[in-house]
Nanobody
Framework: VQLQASGGGLVQTGGSLRLSCAAS????????MGWFRQAPGKEREFVAA????????NYADSVKGRFTIARDNAKNTVYLQMNSLKPEDTAVYYC????????????????????WGQGTLVTVSS
């Protein structure tokens, strides 16, 4: 079972990036999916989540209105569109899957997630 995050890179303030997380080894179509990030010297924090049905999404206040999470269950892939990026968005971004969730659940706590990807680095220059 593997979650492979990609799409990170270096971008200027105000720019955009789209992260992808491709799952393999099992279907994640009935799992909630989430993105977390960890900046240097800081604890990992929640960014966004989406229920397996896509009926619910959940965002950290710091990214509301700038980031959008989406998923394509046919491709076993979740995306994070990041717009209006700020230097404080610089971090390693991790995708994660939460199993056994209801179709409307989009968890915001890391302990609710069972599978984690390896992370992709996003650097926003000022």
């Amino acid at each position: 079972v593997q979650l492979q995050a990609s799409g990170g890179g270096l971008v200027q303030t105000g720019g955009s990036l789209r992260l992808s997380c491709a799952a393999s080894g099992r279907s994640f179509s009935r799992d909630a999916m989430g993105w977390f990030r960890q900046a240097p010297g800081k604890e990992r924090e929640f960014v966004a989540a989406i229920s397996w049905s896509s009926i619910s999404t959940n965002y950290a206040d710091s990214v509301k209105g700038r980031f959008t999470i989406a998923r394509d269950n046919a491709k076993n892939t979740v995306y994070l569109q990041m717009n209006s990026l700020k230097p404080e968005d610089t971090a390693v971004y991790y995708c994660a899957a939460a199993t056994g969730t209801r179709h409307y659940t989009a968890p915001g706590e890391d302990y609710e997630y069972d599978y984690w990807g390896q992370g992709t680095l996003v650097t926003v220059s000022s």
